[in-house]
C-alpha cells in the first residue's frame, strides 16, 4: 500500500524557510514582503508552463498531476517479504502442480506477480515468460522516463525564463531612469525573478527529477525478482534453492543500490 512520503514535502520546507531564515537574519521580518512579487512569479509559472506545452504532448500534460503525485508517495519494496512469496507459491507448485497456482495467486495483490503465475500455469515457455514479463518492464520504464523528463525539462527552463524576467525587469528600469521612484519595483522584478526560477528548479523540480529515477530503479530491480521468481516456479525448483537464489539476487541489489 502507498503511503504518503513525508521526506518530499518536508525537504521542499525545509528549503524555503532556510531562505525565509537567512533574509529575517539579514534585514528583519518586513524585508520579506519585498521578496513576494507577484509580475515576477508570473513571468516565470507562466513562461515555464508555454514552454513544457510547446515541448510535450497532451498526453503528457495529461499525465504530469499522476506523475506529481508518485513524488508524494512512498510504496516500499519488501523484497524479503517477495522472496517468502514465491518460497510459497514454489511450494504450492511442487505439491500440487501448477494448476494449483491459479487459486493461490488469488491472494497475492501485485497484478505483475498475478500475471507472471497465470502465464506458468497457461504452460508457456520460460523464456516466453520473460520475454513477456521483460517488454512490460521496458514498457513501464519509458512510462516512468517520459513522467521524469517533464520534471527535467522544467528544471532546465525554471532558471531560463527567471533570466527572461531579469532582462524584462532591466529593460523597463532603463527606461524610466528618470523617475527614481519606479527603479525600485523595477529592480526588484529583475531580480527576483531570477531567484524565483532557481529556487524552483533546484529545489522542486530537479530533485523530484532525482526522487523519480530512485522510484523507478527500486521498482525495476523488484520486477526483476519476480520475473527470476516466476521462471524458478514454472521450471520446477525446488523452494530451497528457489529462495537461495532470490536471496542472492536480493543481496546483488543492495550492493549495487550502495555504491
Known amino acids: 500500500m502507498k503511503k504518503l512520503d513525508l521526506l518530499t514535502p518536508i525537504g521542499i520546507l ?3 524557510t532556510t531562505i525565509l531564515f537567512a533574509i529575517f537574519t539579514n ?23 508555454a514552454a513544457l506545452l510547446i515541448n510535450f504532448s497532451i498526453q503528457d500534460i495529461k499525465a504530469l498531476p499522476r506523475v ?17 512469496t514465491f518460497t510459497h507459491l514454489s511450494t504450492v507448485a511442487r505439491r500440487e502442480g501448477l494448476l494449483a497456482l491459479e487459486a493461490s495467486s488469488e491472494d497475492v495483490e501485485d497484478p505483475f506477480i498475478r500475471k507472471g503465475v497465470m502465464l506458468s500455469v497457461d504452460g508457456l515457455e520460460p523464456e516466453v515468460i520473460k520475454d513477456i514479463m521483460t517488454a512490460e ?27 527572461i524576467g531579469t532582462l524584462v525587469g532591466l529593460v523597463l528600469m532603463l527606461q524610466q531612469l528618470e523617475d527614481p521612484a519606479s527603479l525600485g519595483p523595477n529592480m526588484a522584478l529583475a ?16 530533485p523530484m527529477a532525482s526522487k523519480l529515477a530512485q522510484k523507478s530503479e527500486d521498482e525495476i530491480f523488484a ?15 525446488n523452494p530451497k534453492i528457489l529462495e537461495e537464489k532470490l536471496s542472492a539476487s536480493f543481496t546483488m541489489i543492495r550492493k549495487r543500490k550502495k555504491l
Open 14 to 16: 525545509l528549503g524555503i
Open 68 to 84: 506529481m503525485r508518485e513524488v508524494f508517495r512512498h510504496d516500499p519494496q519488501n523484497l524479503r517479504e517477495l522472496i517468502n
Open 137 to 163: 518492464i521496458i514498457a513501464m520504464e519509458e512510462r516512468h522516463r517520459k513522467g521524469r523528463l517533464i520534471f527535467l525539462k522544467a528544471g532546465e527552463y525554471a532558471p531560463a525564463w527567471g533570466m
Open 223 to 237: 520486477k526483476q525478482i519476480v520475473i527470476e521468481g516466476i521462471i524458478g516456479i514454472q521450471s520446477g525448483q
Open 191 to 206: 531580480l527576483i525573478t531570477t531567484l524565483y526560477g532557481t529556487i524552483l528548479a533546484n529545489l522542486v523540480f530537479l
Open 27 to 49: 534585514a528583519g521580518i518586513g524585508s520579506v514582503v519585498f521578496f513576494i512579487q507577484l509580475a515576477a512569479f508570473l513571468i516565470v509559472i507562466g513562461g515555464l508552463f
